[in-house]
């Protein structure tokens, strides 16, 4: 592993058995938080004029299964990232935020924002997930008061991330956790949190994200940046929202998870993404069911898929039975859910169980033919898919791999794959060859390892 984190992002060294035009491939380095809280503390005094009261870090996520089903009470299995979001920021008193992003892409200058003008898509744009994550602590305030923040409390944040912006990574979910972490600790002195606090937590940022931004999520990139634990596969029913740590090392078995930044961006706000969830929440609701996962028993077999699926069939409902969605979409995002949930029950057992005899390949190999099995049905039933990915998938397992998909919600993003220890150079070297060569945007690759939930990274990093 330390190999790979110790090459530099943007490496371009002639080595052998690089990309076409004899460039080794591009690893993103885990970032240096130490060196970067130093930097961030200098560059809160050139922008602002004044002292950080210290810097927040919240990580993104990967997630072995449980793409799009969030929403409908699937269970999902997610990890923190070593690569995360950073915010510096000091408190106001004059119901003011003032916000700066040193995204390249997103940086504009300060954005002014008033605290009393945040609600439902206000403001637009990067700056309603940091607004957004202040005004749902607000809201959990009601009924948390130990959340409270003062009458006329505002903030001045710089933010930083290390995360690929729409890479399928859940920068957004890690920019509204470290924002909300700051905003807490500002208003209330509050920094030691339990797991209590931290899911209520989760709950408002998954409504910052859902109210103010309107991106149709469902509470999965949240609760993992912000209640995972180093090393551990999170395991969680979002039926309720209760989670399990469970070991990776046992699962992954002489094998490495790496990350493939395709380098398309993609935008959950955006019409693709909310139309698969309508779709599969009308299916859901015509089959009786306020939450698809209700449909299944709590130990579900592809038998009782098979039967969901049969129902469905002999109803042959109409678009008119379906709120208008289309039949024929809402049984493809129907069965992808159903096998989703499925493969997660599959995961879950793996984590629990360990590997019964006639998995071959152990549970690494079990796992890496969920993952490709996901992989399928996002490109066949959810249709979230896109040729860059397919791409990488369908070479990494050429290759040598023990099996990849597509993570987060599609449309863009990244790829997990699952290696051998001893076959990750050749693997990744037959990606990068293969998508250069298509003449598609060259992709980046991230050492995938279960890490720590967000909080305060230094108080004086000076």
């Known amino acids: 592993m330390s190999e790979h984190r110790s090459m530099s992002a943007g490496s371009d060294q002639p080595v052998p058995g690089g990309g076409?035009?004899?460039?080794k491939p591009i690893w993103v380095e885990h970032p240096d938080l130490e060196a970067?809280?130093?930097?961030?503390?200098?560059?809160?005094?050139?922008?602002?004029?004044?002292?950080?009261?210290?810097?927040?870090?919240?990580?993104?996520?990967?997630?072995?299964?449980?793409?799009?089903?969030?929403f409908l009470g699937g269970r999902c299995l997610p990890m923190a990232l070593p690569y995360g979001t950073l915010v510096a920021a000091a408190p106001r008193t004059d119901g003011l935020l003032r916000m700066r992003t040193l995204e390249p892409s997103l940086d504009t200058g300060i954005v002014e924002v008033p605290v009393d003008s945040i609600g439902p898509g206000s403001p637009e744009g990067w700056s309603g997930y940091v607004a957004g994550a202040l005004w749902a602590l607000k809201?959990?305030?009601?009924?948390?008061?130990?959340?409270?923040?003062?009458?006329?409390?505002?903030?001045?944040?710089?933010?930083?991330?290390?995360?690929?912006?729409?890479?399928?990574?859940?920068?957004?979910?890690?920019?509204?956790?470290?924002?909300?972490?700051?905003?807490?600790?500002?208003?209330?002195?509050?920094?030691?949190?339990?797991?209590?606090?931290?899911?209520?937590?989760?709950?408002?940022?998954?409504?910052a994200e859902v109210e103010v931004?309107?991106?149709?999520?469902?509470?999965?990139?949240?609760?993992?940046s912000l209640r995972s634990k180093p090393g551990h596969i999170l395991s969680l029913d979002c039926r309720d929202f209760t989670?399990?740590?469970?070991?990776?090392?046992?699962?992954?078995?002489?094998?490495?998870?790496?990350g493939v930044d395709t380098s398309t961006p993609h935008w959950l706000g955006g019409h693709e993404f909310s139309s698969r969830r309508q779709d599969a929440e009308a299916a859901a609701r015509?089959?009786?069911?306020?939450?698809?996962?209700?449909?299944?028993?709590?130990?579900?077999?592809?038998?009782?898929?098979?039967?969901?699926?049969?129902?469905?069939?002999?109803?042959?409902?109409?678009?008119?039975?379906?709120?208008?969605?289309?039949?024929?979409?809402?049984?493809?995002?129907?069965?992808?859910?159903?096998?989703?949930?499925?493969?997660?029950?599959?995961?879950?057992?793996?984590?629990?169980?360990?590997?019964?005899?006639e998995m071959a390949g152990g549970s690494a190999g079990e796992l890496g033919r969920i993952l490709t099995e996901g992989h399928v049905s996002m490109r066949d039933d959810a249709q979230a898919s896109f040729p860059t990915a397919d791409l990488i998938v369908a070479t990494a397992n050429q290759a040598g791999a023990a099996g990849a998909r597509l993570i987060g919600g599609g449309?863009?993003?990244?790829?997990?794959?699952?290696?051998?220890?001893?076959?990750?150079?050749?693997?990744?070297?037959?990606?990068?060859?293969?998508?250069?060569?298509?003449?598609?945007p060259r992709p980046r690759f991230?050492?995938?390892?279960?890490?720590?939930?967000?909080?305060?990274?230094?108080?004086?990093c000076d």
């Open 139 to 207: 809201i959990a305030a009601q009924e948390h008061p130990d959340l409270s923040v003062p009458e006329g409390f505002g903030a001045d944040l710089l933010v930083r991330s290390t995360l690929p912006v729409g890479g399928g990574l859940s920068s957004s979910a890690a920019l509204e956790c470290a924002a909300i972490l700051a905003f807490l600790a500002l208003a209330t002195g509050r920094t030691d949190l339990d797991d209590t606090t931290r899911a209520v937590l989760a709950r408002a940022c998954m409504m």
């Open 446 to 460: 991230l050492c995938i390892e279960p890490s720590a939930p967000g909080g305060q990274l230094c108080r004086d």
């Open 411 to 440: 449309f863009g993003g990244s790829v997990l794959t699952l290696l051998p220890m001893d076959q990750v150079d050749h693997v990744v070297s037959a990606i990068d060859r293969a998508v250069v060569s298509a003449g598609m």
């Open 36 to 70: 970067m809280g130093r930097r961030g503390f200098a560059r809160f005094r050139a922008v602002f004029g004044r002292e950080p009261h210290g810097i927040w870090m919240a990580p993104g996520r990967a997630n072995l299964n449980g793409e799009h089903i969030d």
């Open 213 to 224: 931004v309107g991106a149709a999520t469902g509470g999965l990139d949240q609760t993992a």
């Open 20 to 23: 076409p035009e004899g460039l």
């Open 286 to 357: 015509f089959l009786g069911a306020d939450r698809l996962r209700d449909l299944l028993p709590e130990t579900p077999t592809r038998t009782d898929v098979d039967a969901v699926l049969e129902r469905w069939d002999a109803a042959a409902p109409s678009s008119s039975e379906l709120e208008g969605r289309d039949p024929a979409d809402a049984r493809r995002r129907l069965t992808h859910a159903l096998t989703e949930m499925l493969r997660s029950e599959r995961i879950d057992a793996l984590l629990r169980h360990g590997a019964t005899a």
């Open 243 to 258: 989670i399990k740590h469970h070991p990776a090392a046992d699962l992954l078995d002489g094998h490495r998870l790496v």
